[in-house]
């Protein structure tokens, strides 16, 4: 009785199954290659042809790579040295990195100067870009112009001294008068660093072989430094310009507001290149016989007025788009003008503007380039004239362009890859 009652007894699991696991299909590098590359017949065959073309690219370029020849002294030896192999002539590279990187004209000796300002360039802009750095370290981002202006051009180490301390002194006296009158301390202070400036000048010239470096003439800047050069204080100049720009446009007072429209507009409407010939060319014409306008300033100064133009109409959208409720919050709380415009408004109008500012910036430091067609010798008129003129490298292209492309590709990629984590950084609102 018991023995058939057991059997007729359904059976129980006291422990649960193991989770079996999923399809082969549904998991790993197959899910992957699933939903990304053959998830439709339109986009396989797509995949497919993507994946031929890159072969076919990379079965050309990686023997060039490899192959290539950096021990030769000039093209008729790289090609023997190659004896018709495929292969690519980066001797060029070796032979005349220096060239490409500080220009044909600044001395070698003093290679260590534009080094050393470069690697003081990362370190100053650290505490700026990353919010979490100590701010002591902003000591270091405000002294640093001033120091590589020393070390770059040269001279007495006096010149930079004195002119940090015009600026200090300057400040002073906009922080003691912006309280009562804005303008009244903009041009204050404006006009205590001129005085400053001005007398620090006979300070220069009586002491002009305290810690002198060998004075270096801006005609003698080219390679890749001078793009640099030009890329960062064009981009530190422009985004506070820029940003004045905007809110003049959108300002109250009829005589600022279209001061500030028909700057724009007239720069927004004019090629970079004309600017660049009337600072060549026909800045020359308004200044008295004999003056000597350094061309870089006055390459510095058109590349400035260029990009702040566009970086103001960048900034106004973003005021645009915040909505009317900021505003008067910032009315709410009993903030004037510049308290609101500083701790409200302006931080979220920047935050929106932050892909466009970037797209300015990367595009402003690629069209440094543009200097080489009024006899600047940066890095693509390097190229350009003394090495693809020379018998030597005469015929050099691709293994030079390539390298020209490298550098300008490793610059604004990381331009890009920070404004990315930066807006991650800032995406504060709910998700």
């Not at 023995?3 to 790993?28: I, M, N």
Request: charged share 10%; net charge neutral; with cysteine.
């Amino acid at each position: 009785m018991s023995d058939t009652h057991a059997a007729s007894t359904a059976f129980v699991r006291h422990d649960p199954l193991p989770p079996a696991p999923p399809p082969v299909t549904e998991t790993g590098i197959v899910k992957w290659m699933r939903e990304n590359l053959f998830a439709t017949i339109p986009n396989a065959i797509l995949t497919l042809l993507s994946l031929w073309a890159i072969y076919t690219v990379l079965s050309g370029v990686i023997p060039w790579i490899t192959n290539g020849v950096w021990g030769a002294e000039n093209i008729r030896e790289c090609r023997e040295l190659l004896a018709g192999a495929t292969g690519g002539c980066f001797s060029v590279i070796s032979e005349r990195w220096n060239q490409l990187v500080f220009g044909i004209a600044y001395p070698r000796e003093e290679y260590w100067r534009p080094t050393l300002a470069f690697v003081l360039l990362i370190v100053s802009v650290f505490p700026v870009l990353f919010p979490r750095a100590p701010r002591k370290m902003l000591i270091l981002t405000i002294i640093y112009p001033f120091v590589a202006y020393w070390l770059i051009w040269g001279g007495t180490v006096l010149t930079p001294i004195l002119l940090f301390a015009g600026a200090v002194v300057g400040y002073v006296v906009y922080s003691k008068l912006v309280a009562s009158n804005f303008a009244a301390g903009f041009f204050g202070g404006l006009t205590a660093a001129a005085i400053a400036w001005w007398l620090a000048g006979f300070a220069i010239d009586a002491g002009s072989d305290v810690l002198a470096l060998r004075e270096v003439v801006s005609r003698d800047m080219g390679g890749f430094m001078l793009n640099m050069i030009l890329g960062v204080v064009c981009v530190s100049l422009s985004l506070p310009i820029g940003i004045v720009l905007a809110l003049g446009r959108q300002s109250d007072m009829f005589v600022i507001k279209w001061i500030c429209i028909v700057f724009i507009e007239f720069i927004r409407g004019v090629p970079l290149i004309t600017l660049l010939f009337v600072a060549n060319v026909v800045l020359a014409y308004f200044l008295p016989p004999g003056s000597n306008f350094d061309l870089i300033l006055r390459v510095i100064i058109m590349i400035t007025m260029f990009a702040s133009a566009y970086i103001a109409e960048v900034i106004r959208g973003g005021l645009a788009a915040l909505p009317k409720g900021q505003y008067e919050a910032a009315d709410s709380l009993g903030l004037d003008y510049p308290q609101a415009m500083r701790l409200i408004i302006l931080p979220q109008a920047l935050k929106i503007s932050i892909p466009g500012i970037v797209n300015v910036a990367v595009g402003l430091f690629k069209d440094t380039v543009l200097v080489s067609i009024i006899s600047m010798f940066d890095l693509v008129g390097m190229i350009r004239g003394p090495i693809l003129a020379s018998t030597d490298w005469n015929g050099v292209y691709w293994e030079l362009w390539g390298f020209a492309a490298l550098l300008f590709f490793v610059v604004c990629y990381s331009i890009s890859q920070y404004s990315q984590w930066l807006e991650r950084q800032l995406q504060t609102d709910h998700r």
